[in-house]
């Protein structure tokens, strides 16, 4: 059997193999009303599909903890119940097909209100649908975006309980991993990098102050979290801008990451701020997961730009990740995992039989 569909355990789940799905928003729940934020039949579609696909673990997408948390008016949501009782029909059918259900818990912080990305992604306004978002300092996310509003010590506090209320209702909704979202310049994310937070207490400044607000967040979630079930981190390994978080900041967060109940960090780069020069490249940010793993023990899931069975393999392999999770791939072709497994030699995963007999 190849290294990528060797089983994979954290806690007490086993994760049938190492292909994963990353989390993708679809911007299409109802924006407003009683049944905003809740999964339809869009949801149901897309994930059921990957996990016909043979995927091992889908990490459903950026879930906003609050309204205002959301990236755009269409983001999942799972700050009521009636939300999470409709993502119990999508991880009643992950389950039944053998694969993991895990989800991604966020907020977007400054890079709220906007459109869908099909359509400009522009900021949104009151008349438009939109809000105004919040942030760790009063600093806009680009020209044109709106200032943030800062947020005080009380709102905080709220936030932090709006991640642990998530996370139980996440667990009712019948979620085996949750994920805490600190990448991808958002929230969390702002509060680690110093272009995003110009803060002067002590959630700023130094870096034991930045990782302050995330670590908070991430004890507040495994505390209520089951001991038995893992809990991820997203992170932002560099923001490729001068003066932002780096490679170092992140190995350094990782260890303490672990300390805190986390049991793998999902590392991806960039998104706090326009304008970073990106050598984009098939797996090329790779070696930031590797180093992570090399010098923590932690275990990590890559992510960029891979598209190939051999190079998956490869990677799992090599020990430069446990897993990979891929993004676009998987909504190109939902059926990747069963190609690749065909081309390294290795029996399909969990082929339906209404499919099998087709072979």
Not at 102 to 113: D, N, P
Not at 208 to 223: D, H, I, K, T, Y
Not at 255 to 268: I, K, M, P, Q, W
């Amino acid at each position: 059997m190849s290294a990528l569909f060797e089983p994979f355990s954290l806690r007490s789940l086993t994760v049938p193999n190492r292909v994963w799905m990353s989390p993708m928003c679809q911007y299409c729940a109802e924006p407003t009303g009683p049944e905003a934020g809740t999964a339809g039949d869009w949801h149901f579609a897309h994930y059921a599909a990957r996990a016909v696909g043979g995927a091992g673990l889908v990490l459903v997408e950026a879930t906003a903890v609050s309204p205002e948390g959301r990236i755009t008016p269409g983001d999942l949501g799972i700050w009521n119940d009636r939300q999470a009782a409709a993502l119990r029909r999508i991880t009643g059918f992950l389950k039944e097909r053998g694969t993991t259900a895990g989800i991604q818990l966020a907020h977007a912080g400054r890079k709220a209100s906007t459109d869908a990305p099909w359509r400009g992604g522009a900021p949104l306004g009151a008349g438009q649908g939109g809000w105004r978002p919040l942030a760790p300092s009063g600093v806009p996310f680009a020209e044109g975006h709106p200032v943030p509003r800062e947020l005080s010590e009380e709102r905080l506090e709220e936030v932090v309980g709006q991640f642990a209320d998530a996370a139980r209702r996440a667990l009712a909704a019948g979620f085996q991993v949750a994920e805490v979202h600190g990448a991808h310049g958002y929230l969390l994310h702002e509060f680690l990098s110093p272009l995003a937070n110009r803060r002067t207490d002590a959630y700023g400044g130094s870096f034991e102050n930045r990782v302050r607000f995330p670590l908070r967040v991430v004890a507040a979630v495994r505390e209520v979290w089951p001991g038995e079930l893992p809990l991820f981190f997203r992170v932002s390994a560099t923001d490729w801008l001068a003066d932002g978080w780096n490679a170092d900041e992140t190995v350094r967060l990782a260890a303490l990451l672990r300390e805190h109940g986390v049991d793998l960090l999902d590392v991806s780069t960039g998104g706090v701020a326009p304008g970073a020069r990106i050598p984009v490249g098939p797996g090329y940010q790779v070696p930031f997961a590797a180093r992570v793993r090399a010098e923590t023990g932690l275990p990590v899931a890559a992510v960029g730009l891979v598209t190939e069975p051999e190079q998956a393999d490869k990677i799992v392999a090599n020990g430069e990740a446990d897993a990979v999770l891929l993004g676009r791939e998987l909504l190109r072709d939902p059926y990747w995992p069963h190609r690749a497994a065909r081309t390294l030699g290795t029996a399909p995963a969990r082929l339906p039989d209404q499919y099998a007999w087709a072979l």
